[in-house]
């Protein structure tokens, strides 16, 4: 049996530089408080916990004082002005990509453009980079809740408009949305803010596809682009599975195989995928031939 792993796969950068802050200031002075969950990964996250991280949902259960991780997808800034007001010493993760992003959205803001952001309204980086808009902004996921929005619905043309993207959306929906957004606006501003590093996981795991008898998806069933990793291998006819640890591995699913592949959200530690290697090592009972393909 041979293993071939996505290459890139697994932590993307921003994720692995705001983990490494935050174990920084668990060894310095525990406890440190998550405002949000610190990563789409149930297993790191109980592992920071251990180290003495308090997931906590509002910047007010924050003890004055204490000190706050700011999680790599960023928050508003009237959140970190929240904090900052009662001394919590903030310990910011925000993703250098999510903060170019939210620079973006709050300089076209400030030059008098409705702000058009592509993403999911709810998700934390979009609610984070909203906080930065200074005047009005709307927010789509799709091209029919753009037909939809008051942009087009208005008889009139907007004069300045601005469009910005989640980091994670994809480049051909961002083109699309251009596209249809050069119709109800006299001046246009695009800036693509989304991330290399989900468009090159998605195209190693579209690589890897064809190149395996079946395909191990590692990630916390709460990621999105996890998911997404597990779909993409689904619709190149591989045969998937999503699992979030080497314990749900299906030994008989895994003996069936002669060549297996592995790919890792962007939220996946290192420590999770290779517990994984060792799970099939012992049950295909082999040395373990692992290449990065
Ligand atoms: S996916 Fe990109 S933008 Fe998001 S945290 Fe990772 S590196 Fe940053």
């Known amino acids: 049996m041979k293993v ?21 200031a668990l060894t310095q002075a525990a406890p440190v408080y998550a405002l949000g969950s610190p990563i789409h990964n149930p297993q790191e996250v109980e592992r920071l916990q251990k180290m003495g991280l308090c997931v906590v949902q509002s910047e007010m ?5 204490a000190a706050a991780f700011i999680r790599a997808h960023g928050a508003a800034p009237g959140v970190l002005e929240n904090l900052r007001k009662r001394n919590v010493n ?23 453009y409705h702000v058009l952001i592509l993403g999911n309204e709810k998700h934390p980086e979009i609610i984070g980079m909203r906080g930065y808009v200074r005047g009005p902004s709307t927010v789509i996921s799709t091209i029919p809740s753009l037909f939809s929005s008051t942009i087009f619905k208005s008889s009139v043309k907007i004069h300045k408009l601005g469009l910005v993207s989640q980091t994670t959306q994809e480049e051909s929906l961002l083109a699309e949305v251009a596209k249809a957004a050069l119709g109800v606006a006299d001046e246009l501003r695009i800036y693509n803010t989304i991330c290399r590093a989900t468009i090159e996981r998605q195209q190693a795991v ?23 990793l597990c779909r993409i291998a689904r619709d190149s006819n591989c045969d998937a599975v999503w699992i979030e640890h080497a314990g749900q ?24 995928i290779e517990q994984l290697h060792n799970a099939i090592d012992n049950i295909a009972g082999r040395q373990g031939d692992v290449r990065n393909e």
């Not at 996505?6 to 920084?24: N, S």
């Not at 910011?92 to 008098?112: K, N």
């Not at 299906?250 to 420590?271: F, Q, Y």
Request: hydrophobic share 45%.
């Open 4 to 24: 071939l792993v996505a290459a890139p796969t697994g932590l993307c950068f921003g994720v692995k530089r705001a983990i490494g802050f935050v174990e920084k």
């Open 61 to 65: 259960e924050i003890p004055a004082g």
């Open 90 to 112: 903030v310990i910011d993760g925000t993703c250098p990509f999510v903060r170019a992003a939210q620079d973006h959205a709050r300089e076209l803001s400030e030059a008098g």
């Open 206 to 228: 579209r690589r890897l596809a064809s190149a395996v008898d079946g395909m191990i998806v590692i990630g916390g069933h709460n990621s999105a682009n996890t998911g997404k």
């Open 249 to 272: 591995l299906d030994r008989r699913w895994v003996l069936e195989k002669r060549v297996i592949g592995i790919a890792a959200g962007a939220s996946t530690p290192d420590w999770l």
